[in-house]
């Protein structure tokens, strides 16, 4: 994947911590610790303390092809430091990616990043926006001044970015390890879309304040919509095949999560006055996005749109703002066929997610890495808000106030992950729990943006303090391996789980020829279960596997089957076949109380990696602050009723909302038992 090396599985996750104190390290320091009045809590949740302790100030020496706004007058450009770790006294210290060299006080990658610059400049934007600040406003023309001095303004590559400067600002355009493309102002790229990103939210924030600079700013948007329009939107119209799907070829990077960042920009920048050249690449990027959109309550990948388009089976929660990118697209575009792809996602995708673990870094398509990041969050919340917005539906604040949990302590770990008095965010938590209390560039920026957005709507802030997970009741993976085989079935364990488009569940698959089984013995579920086999689909395979689950009383009900040649032609696609959940023709239902679920091949070449049993109404439930509430979510083909018991008191309001999140009965429930009627495909959310 064209992707930045560390951002894949999770930017602050996959990072080690590195031995010792470098020389090159910044000063140990210690963000301020913010009061409101008096010394007493804070009043906002923002707090920029530690983000302006990742700041710095550098003097670049002169490179050919890269200069900034007034570089004569003003030499010194803003930068970000990409990390910030213990040190031996427990301080947090900065540093940069890579192996470090003392000797020249240099880094493999380097101390500051355009992803981060540019990302950074619009936690500014928005909080001088917000508050007024002025030291925001100064914070983002210094950031902005720094992320243009990055791109390339010269030669066969102008309007691109250099990703990576050492800590005196000499460029970096190909670190170690490898960044794709390399050297990393060679083509479309991540951080290109993000500099679109920051300069589009920068422009329309400097337009009325600062005349010039704003007009610099458009300048060099101008120069890097070029580089779009040169690079990628030259393909507009084309598409690509990836296992018998059409795909669209003009994405960044191939990438909807890195295209939704460039049109977050573009949006803000038509809003406020950009051209009939931004307006057009915004509307040709936005299609590109919704073409990758799909799926049901009941069909993988449920209403999401998928990140990558050479992959099927991949969803990740680090940069999925595409719902975000096409609402706000939807809205300047005046284009309300963007608004379906992104209502999906927040009314059919996220309750799903939310039952079933949360915005996990990798479901490809199970989730194999269950390790989550504030990115991942903020992406989410963002989307919600977004949508919000632009469609009125108040359920989707509902979902927003539930996603933003996370932060206040309803994750794997239980404990708070952004912390209001320092501005620190945590840069991730594992499914088992465990804490990377490593506070980077990254985190820090998307915490930040999330409490923003929590600022700005007190009532969603005021949920998302709910911070305990009490229950959640969701997805089931049985690994194919645990199955009892019989007639030849065999488990197969590649060298690798990856498969180049997708992760193998486990890292083990079974493979079965004509005639044999697989068997599961299941803990019996209090609900019927969807039952989602995950499969090696193959062009032209014979292969049928037949499913069938066993009843409490040891029937057998036939579920459906899956036909394993129902992929296309490879094509663009990194690995021949596809591995997806596929929902079985037939029931495809286990009942309440099934003991057992069976596979039968009819055929050659049948492989099978995972079942996922999806319950016909999932919950997610959350409380703290003497409040509680709970998201419910059908898979079922017909309207459905559950009954809670929430903790705290007092009256709960139950509100359903169906697949397009219109809100359809709102009722007022006494008594610690509560009946919630949830609509097919759609999520009921229940208050006390």
Do not use: C
């Amino acid at each position: 994947m064209k992707r930045r090396t560390l951002m894949l599985g999770g930017l602050a996750l996959t990072t080690p911590l590195l031995a010792g104190s470098p020389a090159g390290a910044a000063p140990a320091a210690t963000p301020s610790t913010a009061t409101g009045p008096a010394g007493g809590p804070l009043t906002n949740l923002t707090n920029l303390a530690h983000l302006d302790f990742l700041r710095q100030a550098v003097a670049p020496p002169a490179q050919d092809g890269h200069t900034t706004y007034r570089l004569a007058e003003s030499p010194e450009v803003g930068m970000l430091w990409t990390y910030a770790e213990p040190g031996p006294d427990g301080d947090l210290r900065r540093v940069g990616g890579g192996a470090y060299d003392a000797a020249t006080d240099t880094w493999g990658q380097g101390a500051y990043n355009a992803d981060d610059v540019s990302r950074a400049a619009v936690v500014y934007l928005r909080h001088w926006a917000q508050t007024g600040s002025t030291g925001s406003r100064d914070a983002s023309r210094e950031l902005l001044r720094g992320l243009t001095y990055l791109q390339t303004t010269t030669g066969p590559h102008a309007g691109n970015v250099v990703l990576w400067a050492q800590p005196d600002g000499t460029l970096n355009p190909s670190a170690e390890p490898v960044e794709l493309p390399d050297p990393s102002d060679s083509g479309p790229s991540y951080w290109l879309a993000r500099t679109v990103w920051a300069l589009g939210e920068g422009y329309a924030a400097w337009r009325t304040a600062d005349a010039g600079f704003a007009g610099f700013l458009r300048q060099r948007l101008d120069l890097a919509v070029g580089a779009l329009e040169r690079q990628v939107l030259s393909r507009y119209g084309t598409y690509q095949t990836v296992d018998g799907e059409r795909t669209p070829a003009w994405l960044i990077a191939d990438g909807a999560d890195a295209t939704a960042e460039a049109v977050l920009g573009l949006a803000a920048y038509v809003r406020d006055g950009g051209g009939s050249a931004a307006s057009r690449s915004a509307r040709r990027f936005a299609e590109g996005i919704a073409a990758l959109s799909g799926g049901d309550a009941r069909h993988w990948p449920f209403g999401a749109v998928r990140p990558w388009a050479l992959s099927r089976s991949m969803w990740h929660g680090w940069g999925s703002q595409m719902p975000a990118a096409l609402a706000a697209a939807a809205r300047v575009l005046v284009d309300r066929r963007l608004l379906g792809p992104a209502v999906a996602p927040s009314a059919t995708f996220t309750p799903w997610l939310l039952t079933s673990g949360g915005p996990d870094n990798g479901r490809i398509p199970t989730p194999v890495d269950r390790s989550q990041i504030a990115y991942g969050v903020d992406s989410r919340l963002q989307s919600l808000l977004a949508v919000a917005d632009a469609t009125g539906r108040d359920g989707f604040d509902q979902l927003a106030g539930v996603v933003a949990a996370w932060y206040f302590g309803a994750n794997a770990a239980g404990v708070p992950a952004y912390d209001p008095a320092t501005g620190r965010t945590i840069d991730g938590i594992s499914g088992d729990g465990a804490v990377n209390r490593n506070s980077g560039a990254e985190s820090t920026i998307h915490g930040l943006l999330s409490m923003l957005a929590l600022d700005a709507r007190p009532q969603v802030a005021q949920a998302a303090r709910q911070g305990r997970i009490v229950e959640r009741v969701g997805t089931r993976v049985v690994e194919a391996e645990q199955g009892a085989r019989d007639g030849g079935a065999a488990v197969v364990t590649p060298s690798s789980s990856w498969t180049g488009e997708s992760s193998i569940s486990g890292g083990s698959l079974v493979r079965m020829p004509a005639g044999s089984t697989v068997r599961w013995e299941l803990p019996p579920s209090a609900q019927p279960e969807l039952v989602l086999p995950v499969v090696d689909l193959t062009p032209g395979a014979s292969a049928v596997t037949r499913w069938a689950g066993v009843a409490g009383d040891g029937r057998e009900l036939t579920l459906g089957q899956v036909r394993h040649g129902q992929a296309g032609a490879q094509g663009t696609s990194p690995a021949p076949g596809v591995l997806l959940p596929v929902t079985p023709s037939g029931p495809g239902e286990l009942p309440a109380g099934a003991t057992a679920l069976v596979a039968t091949a009819a055929g050659d070449g049948a492989v099978v990696d995972a079942v996922m049993l999806e319950p016909l109404l999932s919950r997610f439930v959350v409380a703290g602050d003497g409040h509680a509430t709970a998201v419910l979510r059908s898979a079922a083909r017909t309207p459905r009723t559950a009954t809670l018991t929430l903790p705290g008191a007092g009256r709960a309001v139950v509100e359903a909302y169906d697949s397009a999140g219109v809100r359809r009965s709102r009722t007022v429930v006494s008594g610690a038992a509560v009946p919630a009627v949830v609509l097919p495909g759609g999520f009921t959310v229940v208050r006390r």
